[in-house]
């Protein structure tokens, strides 16, 4: 089993930085994977990003390309999303998740990935 606790949430006016952090324990030496993930009030789940843990290879979605980084520390089991020039349209409850199972980083389905995080609240004022 493996714990997954993000954090670094919080309040930024548009056009700010916030990096997310997200902290694995438990079985963490099987973790192939690790994702965002994001949910606005009345909207369903959506990909973000994606790492390989051990080969640090990203993927990202169309909206935060080019805005948004996925990273890990594999030395502090710790993922991160730092996320540039925010915009309201990136407010959302963010979920970080990890899987030991190998699949296509470009794979945007929640189903993949077994462990959860509780999420944390990005809110971005305009």
């Known amino acids: 089993q493996v714990q997954v606790v993000e954090s670094g949430g919080g309040l930024v006016q548009a056009g700010g930085s916030l990096r997310l952090s997200c902290g694995l324990s438990?079985?963490?030496?099987?973790?192939?994977?690790m994702g965002w993930f994001r949910q606005a009030p009345g909207k369903e789940r959506d990909f973000v990003a994606s790492i390989s843990w051990s080969g640090g290879t990203s993927y990202y979605a169309d909206s935060v390309k080019g805005r948004f980084t996925i990273s890990r520390d594999n030395a502090k089991n710790t993922g991160y999303l730092q996320m540039n020039s925010l915009t309201s349209l990136d407010t959302a409850v963010y979920y970080c998740a990890a899987s030991p199972r190998i699949f296509a980083l470009s794979s945007s389905d929640p189903g993949r990935y077994d462990y959860w995080g509780q999420g944390t609240q990005v809110t971005v004022s305009s």
């Open positions: 438990g079985r963490t030496v099987n973790i192939n994977r």
